[in-house]
């Protein structure tokens, strides 16, 4: 499961692809420097995943802790995004102990096969951009941590591979360790800075598949994440603490391509199954 990945530069699209609204900047996007997501980036992330089937009516959305954890942003960010689509009566909060944040019945208007059809082509679209912005940065990323990286930053990379990963969230969190570790060890702060726009602004979207799917169209049921995480990074790893740049760069190409390839099994669940 790679994780959870949209990016990055001024211009780009916005990393929830297109749902009929006029694209969201990122503020990093506004201003040219790292911030995490806005609410307004959130709030659209969440409208596509429910547009999509992946919540339906009456739906309880993931806690305001997991929403934070899936997208990288501060709880009062999560609760901003969730009460702008309160607003727009796309969902409605009641507290107590069976309380919750829920989706709101279906409204009339437009809808059904097609317009999920179009909001998922421009996820995908989105996706691809940002996959092949990293496929640009990331596997060069990795050969200047294998060329010129510190001894102890390239072992520590290696005793990533050993983390108790109990969750989706501890997933994520590790796996962008892991990424921005490589990127920092290369010594190139620019590109270390590309790496993490790329990651943060990408996962907005690409973390909101991931929230209540079926994984076992990815993993199997019982598959630990901690042995997941080691199997689809140890090759990374090992190349770069070996300091062979080739293969530093060649593994991390693989890893981005079959990244990508779970995303699109993802977003396929929803444009298959309704």
Sequence with gaps: MSSSEKSTGEGRKSPVGDSGRKPVETP?????TRQAPSHAVVAEALRQRIALGGFGPGDRLPTERELATAFGVGRN???HAVRELAEEGLVTTTLGRSGGTRVAPARPGPGGRDARAAIAAGIRASLRDYMEYRQ??????????????GR???QELVGMLDAKVADLGAYHRIDTRFHLGIASAGGNDVLSEAVTRARTEMFVAGNALWLGSDWSEVYPADRDFGLAFREEHEAVALAVLSGDGDAAEARMREH???????FLVLLDQFTASH
């Design 136 to 149: 640009a940065i990331e596997p060069f990323a990795a050969r200047l941590a294998a060329e010129r990286g």
């Design 28 to 32: 990093a996007e506004k201003n040219g």
């Design 77 to 79: 960010t999560v609760r």
């Design 256 to 262: 981005l391509r079959e990244s990508h390839r779970q």
């Design 152 to 154: 102890a930053a390239r």
